[in-house]
Structure formats: structure tokens, C-alpha cells
């Protein structure tokens, strides 16, 4: 029998206006070559969603430079209003005034924060953050970082496991999430998640059937006896609609695993609920 995949969150989805969403592709396109057949538009995204079994999504914005975020986070959160499915996130770039941008987007109703840290220049532990995550310890809201290195971010001093593990020690009350499993340094960000409850990883592209052809990793060397160990700190992400392969590929290669109903559950929907508070 197959396992059970709906009714799935995907927690890591990117609904952007037009202009920011072609630029953000066409820096792929340069840097990894990919291409992108999957819709731009909200409705056309959760068409494809909806079609698999997902029944809500987190929308994670991205603010590249300081002076961008607010209007952004306005515009997801406008997003959200005429949606049934999508959960708005925030952002803010570390040279913002980060205490009011964060500020007015929780107070708006965002239900977590997203930072890119190579692409915004800030390490998890940028003392420029801490307004940022002393907010999201007042208003009980989750933190979701790019802080691995894949795909093209090796030896960048923003990501990896330090300064993740740096900021989960300084802010043990505040969830966060790190994308992509923490790839490429999926052994470490797994002790990490092992050492903190407040501590998530997502699947998203790294436990992909798509992963070792476009990231160059072997979701297999991740044990099915680790998933079902952390599965209440693993959740399904997919990085739609910004993937170079069908949104298929993003959950058949976990559902080829022998996991148990109850990690699938988890993987699927239930961390991603625990994650979101
Ligand atoms: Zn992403």
C-alpha cells in the first residue's frame, strides 16, 4: 500500500510578486543553470498543490536587499487573506529597522520569519537579528533559515552548522527551522536537531528523487532509522514553485521508504504544526 501523503503541509513554498519571482529564477538559471516550467501565479501554485494532496502551505518571502521587506510582507499577507491555503511568513534584511518591520508584520498576522543568510549576508547569529527573534519569543512564532551550504554556498561564513547551533544555544525558546535538511552538512544539523527540541529541518529539494542529479546529494545516505528517530523535527518542504523537476519528485523519493505511518504523519503534517505553534 502506498503511504499516506494528503492531507500534507508543505512547508516551504515561495509565492512572490511577479518581478521579485523572475529574478530570484533567473539567479538560478545563472548560477545552476536550472529551469523552471511550474506557474508563477497563487492560484496556478496551489492548483499544482492542491492537485497532490497539500492542504496548506507556508509562503516564505525574500527581502535581497534592506528596504524591501515591509511592502513584501504586505503583499503576502494580502496574499493570505484571499487564500484558503497559504501561511504567511515575513522577512526583513539585517540593515532594516528590523525591530519595526518585524514588529508590524507579526502584528499583522505572519506566522513566522524566513531569512536567507547567504543571500541577505547575515549569519543565524547576526547580533543585527536578535530584535527579530526576541519578537518571535513574544509572539510564540517560528524562525525558518537557509543555513546549509547547498547549493552553491560552500565556504560561505553565513551558513553551516556554527552559527545555526550558535543561535539555537542564544534563543533555546524560539522554533527554528533549518531548510534543506542542512545540506550539505546533513550529519551535523541532524545532531543539532538530536541536542533541541526547538530545533526543525525541512526536506525541501535535499530528500528530493531529484537531489543528486541538481544538489549532488544521495537522500539515501540519510537512514530511515533517522527520520523515524527525529520525525517530530522533520517536515516535508518543497521550494515550489522554484524547482527544476515536477513537484512529484519532491515527495516520491521519502515515499519509497519503509517509515511508519505515524513518522509519515509527522514528515507530511504533524511537525509542521508543532513547528508552527
Ligand atoms: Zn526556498
Known amino acids: 500500500m502506498t503511504p499516506p501523503f494528503a492531507p500534507a503541509i508543505d512547508a516551504h513554498v515561495h509565492v512572490l510578486p511577479e518581478r521579485l519571482l523572475a529574478a530570484v529564477r533567473n539567479a538560478l538559471n545563472d548560477e545552476a543553470g536550472w529551469e523552471f ?24 518571502p525574500y527581502a535581497h536587499r534592506s528596504g524591501v521587506a515591509a511592502d513584501l ?21 539585517p540593515d532594516d529597522d528590523v525591530a519595526d518591520v518585524v514588529y508590524d508584520a507579526l502584528e499583522a498576522g505572519a506566522r513566522g520569519l ?45 551558513v553551516g552548522p556554527v ?40 526536506t525541501t529539494f535535499a530528500m528530493s528523487s531529484a ?12 537512514a530511515d532509522d533517522r527520520i523515524e528517530e527525529l520525525s517530530d523535527s522533520i517536515m516535508y518542504g518543497s521550494d515550489f514553485p522554484n524547482i527544476p523537476y515536477d513537484y512529484a519528485a519532491e515527495r516520491d523519493h521519502l515515499l519509497s521508504r519503509d ?5 509519515y504523519r509527522d514528515v507530511f503534517r504533524r ?7
Not at 84 to 90: C, N, T
Not at 213 to 219: A, K, L, S, T, V
Open 271 to 277: 511537525t509542521a504544526e508543532r513547528f508552527l505553534g
Open 73 to 93: 510582507n504586505e503583499w503576502v499577507r494580502a496574499r493570505a487573506e484571499e487564500s484558503e491555503m497559504l501561511i504567511p511568513f515575513a522577512t526583513v534584511h
Open 114 to 158: 524566513k531569512f536567507h543568510c547567504p543571500v541577505q549576508r547575515c549569519p543565524p547569529d547576526d547580533p543585527r537579528l536578535d530584535p527579530a527573534y526576541e519578537l518571535a519569543a513574544d509572539f510564540d512564532r517560528p524562525v525558518l533559515f537557509h543555513a546549509g551550504t547547498a547549493p552553491m554556498f560552500r565556504g560561505d561564513s553565513a
Open 37 to 60: 516550467a511550474h506557474p508563477t501565479d497563487r492560484e496556478a501554485i496551489e492548483a499544482v498543490l492542491h492537485e497532490a494532496g497539500v492542504e496548506r502551505y507556508v509562503s516564505l
Open 163 to 202: 552559527p545555526f547551533e550558535s543561535f539555537v544555544a542564544s534563543f533555546p525558546d524560539v522554533r527554528a527551522c533549518c531548510a534543506h535538511m542542512g545540506a550539505y552538512d546533513v550529519e551535523e544539523f541532524l545532531a543539532i536537531a538530536d541536542d533541541y527540541d526547538s530545533v526543525f529541518l525541512d
Open 211 to 222: 537531489a543528486e542529479r541538481y544538489m549532488d546529494f544521495d537522500p539515501g545516505t540519510v
Open 259 to 263: 517509515l511508519s505511518e505515524a513518522t
